[in-house]
């Protein structure tokens, strides 16, 4: 090769490589509306290409939805609400017209202006009104006004072994109900030894004030309480402290629930599928995940209510609309959603797919999520669940049938926030054995007080 | 062991800025330079020739082109959107409107700003007195191995080649108070166990520990080419003087990697000050915020509390603390030179 050719050639990769980052970085154009006239709609909520079976199932909807509608032109993208990706998305004007949030996230998507005003277009959706009017009111803003759909609804409660239960000489069928049977039998599955520990609390990352929340709402409290436009912690109460003593008698006393207290809620996820971890606080979705990533079996896992019973949390999931959609995306976009998400015309049929494909039915999660206000509508769903139910139903019975007694609670404004402080006093409790427990909530008062004087 | 003399020479006589431009340029464009009228950097030179010359340096200025397309995209570009985010409250849909220094009060009033910054300071220092000396120290070690050096080289360098998160995620299931690996062997050497990162007291110091074992192996390495540097000479005749293993070392081995020393010093503490993966993988912040870092509280102000004025607020004054450190060390170090 002469040296010339050689630059020649040098000169066109470089051009080449250029044309190709610029051409990566410009944005291609989105206006909604394909070639052959269908409404083009990209979605995200495709499970990973890892996740085989969900990923199977998901595909198979999309197909049935195209068939059914052939004027829309579903383009799905995989995964769901990632902070670290999302802003950029939406910056890049990336995001996906249809996105999935969790429950935190509605609140602040709708102050930023990110999520479109669907109220207009919602007296079309069909079954919309037999969804819980509180899982709707997540999705709207002061006014009423209306930017998501939600497509399930979880509630906290008490996830245990029953293997380590009956090893311990407890009943799995009655799972404690109050906090003090909760520290009994964390005592006697510890005694069962082998590294086996009796109650196990989620710590860091803001899980820890998560759960604290949700326990908080067990004993009838408030994390936070409105005052006219204002904000207040609400927290700082007897109740609250006596659920923390009880706590601390757990960790420090009885010593039944070991000593690495740093932990993720995965790290008692992993600790459940391993038959190392008695109890602790989780919602029903934690049941098919511990399943299918941690070894566990539908047999051994029980669900009971949170104890305490006077409040939970709930959280959920569903989705929203990118402000950028057209009218006409907006439609398509619930036509979708109601199609998939809150649709009992196909709980059948879906229900039918998964027992072919030997999937989980008769768990308040998908197929049959747990959305219904009491009606035909429920029961229906219900009465599908139950005479198809492939795993144990009556291992979640004790958490269906106190269900409706136990209050669902969203969760207090600028959450993260909040959990972060609450963390702290979890920690405190669980690393120091000598944590002055009103010091502590003292502390994190103040610090929640000063996030709503912000405000 | 000794270098060649000529070199030597060339080295002891030649300052090394001058030095160093004598080598790098071609002979080739020397003569040529050296044929224009005018003498060397004056311009008036004839037309042709300076046309050769700057065909010949089109490769050259094409390369750096592309350098520098590549660091404006993704150094300078991020940088500068840095400091005009931090004067903004930032919205991506209705656009970001200024607000003077809204950001900045957000990030001082804060409860966690002094905790974060004594956080990583106190990192900063301790990963200094703990793991500063000891690539040095494994450096001269190394170096005294003839035969087994390069096995010992990989050895140390390992770790660096460890994902940082891998690393992270080992140490925790190490740290486990009841039944971890190192408590474990403490306690069968009879020596007292920590709850390690399972207290406030001790959990700073067991991130430092981590973060020193997983990056020594960098400066290991850098050390232990500087040592080989060092000509033999020198040792020999300290040894003739009778100086003993430790006086050579402070008087040979030392000052002749002084430089070194202190740019890893330099560099070391710019790292650390910067410290995130341990703290985030390990311990979320906790027990009790006693592993809340500058870093740590940048992250969570930009994906958990989504405000990114204040998460980059936060990166600028971390950035013009470590640049007036910088500033100030190379000040110090560089007057006491020579």
């Given amino acids: 090769?002469?040296?010339?050719?050689?630059?020649?050639?040098?000169?066109?990769?470089?051009?080449?490589?250029?044309?190709?980052?610029?051409?990566?970085?410009?944005?291609?154009?989105?206006?909604?509306?394909?070639?052959?006239?269908?409404?083009?709609?990209?979605?995200?909520?495709?499970?990973?290409?890892?996740?085989?079976?969900?990923?199977?199932?998901?595909?198979?909807?999309?197909?049935?939805?195209?068939?059914?509608?052939?004027?829309?032109?579903?383009?799905?993208?995989?995964?769901?609400?990632?902070?670290?990706?999302?802003?950029?998305?939406?910056?890049?004007?990336?995001?996906?017209?249809?996105?999935?949030?969790?429950?935190?996230?509605?609140?602040?998507?709708?102050?930023?202006?990110?999520?479109?005003?669907?109220?207009?277009?919602?007296?079309?959706?069909?079954?919309?009104?037999?969804?819980?009017?509180?899982?709707?009111q997540?999705?709207?803003?002061?006014?009423?006004?209306?930017?998501?759909?939600?497509?399930?609804?979880?509630?906290?409660?008490?996830?245990?072994?029953?293997?380590?239960?009956?090893?311990?000489?407890?009943?799995?069928?009655?799972?404690?109900?109050?906090?003090?049977?909760?520290?009994?039998?964390?005592?006697?599955?510890?005694?069962?030894?082998?590294?086996?520990?009796?109650?196990?609390?989620?710590?860091?990352?803001?899980?820890?004030?998560?759960?604290?929340?949700?326990?908080?709402?067990?004993?009838?409290?408030?994390?936070?309480?409105?005052?006219?436009?204002?904000?207040?912690?609400?927290?700082?109460?007897?109740?609250?402290?006596?659920?923390?003593?009880?706590?601390?008698?757990?960790?420090?006393?009885?010593?039944?629930?070991?000593?690495?207290q740093m932990r993720s809620c995965e790290d008692l996820m992993i600790a459940m599928g391993a038959g190392q971890l008695g109890m602790y606080v989780a919602a029903p979705d934690n049941i098919p995940s511990i399943v299918r990533q941690y070894e566990g079996t539908y047999e051994n896992l029980g669900l009971g209510p949170i104890p305490g019973?006077?409040?939970?949390?709930?959280?959920?999931?569903?989705?929203?609309?990118?402000?950028?959609?057209?009218?006409?995306?907006?439609?398509?976009?619930?036509?979708?959603?109601?199609?998939?998400?809150?649709?009992?015309d196909e709980t059948e049929r879906r229900i039918q797919d998964r027992l072919a494909d030997d999937q989980p039915v008769g768990l308040p999660m998908p197929p049959t999520p747990d959305i219904w206000i009491d009606g035909p509508t429920r029961d229906s769903v219900e009465a599908l669940k139950e005479a198809n139910a492939n795993v144990p139903i009556e291992n979640v019975a004790p958490f269906m049938d106190a269900a409706p007694t136990i209050p669902g609670q969203i969760e207090p404004p600028s959450a993260q926030e909040v959990y972060a402080l609450l963390d702290n006093v979890v920690q405190g409790v669980l690393?120091?054995?000598?944590?002055?427990?009103?010091?502590?909530?003292?502390?994190?008062?103040?610090?929640?007080?000063?996030?709503?004087?912000?405000? | 062991m000794a270098a060649p003399t000529s070199r030597r020479r060339v080295t002891d006589k030649v300052p090394a800025r001058r030095r160093r431009s004598v080598e790098k340029v071609p002979a080739e464009r020397r003569r040529l330079r050296d044929k224009l009228p005018g003498g060397r950097r004056e311009g008036g030179q004839l037309p042709a020739a300076r046309w050769r010359l700057l065909k010949q340096d089109l490769t050259a200025y094409g390369f750096l082109c592309a350098a520098l397309v590549v660091f404006a995209f993704f150094a300078w570009w991020p940088a500068i959107r840095n400091v005009v985010l931090s004067f903004q409250e930032v919205n991506f849909v209705r656009g970001s409107s200024w607000v003077g220094l809204e950001n900045f009060q957000y990030i001082f009033d804060d409860p966690l700003f002094a905790t974060a910054w004594r956080n990583s300071a106190l990192f900063s220092l301790y990963a200094l007195v703990l793991g500063f000396g000891v690539p040095f120290v494994t450096a001269v070690l190394i170096n005294e191995?003839?035969?087994?050096?390069?096995?010992?080289?990989?050895?140390?360098?390992?770790?660096?080649?460890?994902?940082?998160?891998?690393?992270?995620?080992?140490?925790?299931?190490?740290?486990?108070?009841?039944?971890?690996?190192?408590?474990?062997?403490?306690?069968?050497?009879?020596?007292?166990?920590?709850?390690?990162?399972?207290?406030?007291?001790?959990?700073l110091i067991a991130l430092v520990i981590v973060s020193t074992w997983a990056n020594m192996g960098s400066a290991t390495l850098i050390y232990l080419a500087a040592l080989q540097t060092i000509p033999g000479e020198l040792y020999e005749s300290a040894e003739l003087d009778g100086a003993g293993i430790f006086k050579r070392l402070w008087h040979v081995t030392i000052p002749q990697t002084r430089f070194v020393i202190l740019m890893l010093l330099l560099m070391q503490v710019i790292a650390t000050m910067q410290v995130f993966t341990e703290?985030?993988?390990?311990?979320?912040?906790?027990?009790?915020?006693?592993?809340?870092?500058?870093?740590l509280l940048v992250y969570r102000y930009a994906f958990q509390y989504n405000n990114f004025g204040a998460a980059s607020a936060m990166s600028l004054l971390l950035l013009l603390v470590l640049a007036v450190f910088s500033a100030a060390y190379l000040r110090v170090t560089r007057s006491r030179q020579i």
């Fill in chain 1, 1 to 136: 090769m002469t040296r010339s050719a050689h630059r020649r050639r040098v000169a066109l990769a470089t051009t080449a490589v250029l044309a190709l980052t610029l051409a990566a970085c410009s944005s291609d154009d989105d206006g909604g509306g394909s070639e052959d006239g269908r409404i083009q709609l990209d979605i995200n909520g495709q499970p990973p290409g890892t996740d085989a079976r969900e990923l199977a199932i998901f595909e198979a909807e999309v197909a049935a939805f195209e068939d059914a509608h052939p004027d829309i032109d579903i383009v799905p993208h995989e995964g769901f609400m990632e902070p670290e990706t999302f802003n950029t998305k939406i910056a890049s004007g990336e995001l996906e017209d249809v996105f999935y949030v969790y429950f935190t996230d509605p609140a602040r998507l709708i102050e930023q202006g990110y999520a479109a005003d669907i109220t207009d277009y919602l007296d079309d959706v069909e079954y919309l009104d037999q969804v819980k009017p509180e899982l709707n």
């Fill in chain 1, 138 to 260: 997540v999705f709207q803003d002061a006014e009423g006004r209306q930017y998501g759909i939600p497509t399930a609804n979880y509630s906290m409660g008490l996830l245990y072994n029953r293997d380590l239960f009956e090893q311990a000489g407890l009943d799995p069928n009655t799972p404690p109900t109050t906090w003090e049977e909760v520290r009994t039998a964390s005592a006697a599955i510890a005694e069962l030894g082998g590294g086996v520990t009796g109650y196990g609390e989620c710590a860091i990352e803001n899980t820890g004030g998560w759960h604290l929340t949700s326990e908080i709402y067990s004993t009838g409290g408030q994390v936070a309480t409105q005052e006219g436009d204002s904000w207040q912690a609400a927290f700082n109460t007897p109740e609250t402290t006596a659920l923390l003593e009880n706590l601390q008698a757990m960790r420090w006393e009885d010593n039944s629930m070991g000593g690495d």
């Fill in chain 1, 309 to 344: 019973g006077q409040g939970t949390l709930i959280g959920g999931e569903g989705y929203m609309i990118n402000a950028d959609a057209s009218p006409e995306q907006i439609e398509a976009a619930l036509t979708w959603l109601q199609w998939r998400f809150v649709n009992p």
């Fill in chain 1, 431 to 455: 690393t120091d054995e000598n944590a002055d427990i009103g010091a502590l909530l003292d502390e994190a008062e103040t610090g929640v007080n000063r996030i709503y004087d912000a405000l």
């Fill in chain 2, 145 to 203: 191995f003839r035969h087994v050096r390069a096995y010992f080289r990989v050895l140390v360098y390992l770790p660096v080649m460890l994902p940082p998160v891998v690393v992270a995620l080992m140490w925790r299931w190490f740290y486990q108070p009841d039944g971890g690996l190192i408590n474990e062997v403490l306690g069968t050497v009879g020596l007292p166990t920590s709850e390690w990162i399972n207290s406030p007291d001790t959990s």
């Fill in chain 2, 279 to 295: 703290p985030f993988v390990m311990t979320g912040g906790g027990p009790q915020d006693s592993t809340v870092t500058v870093m």
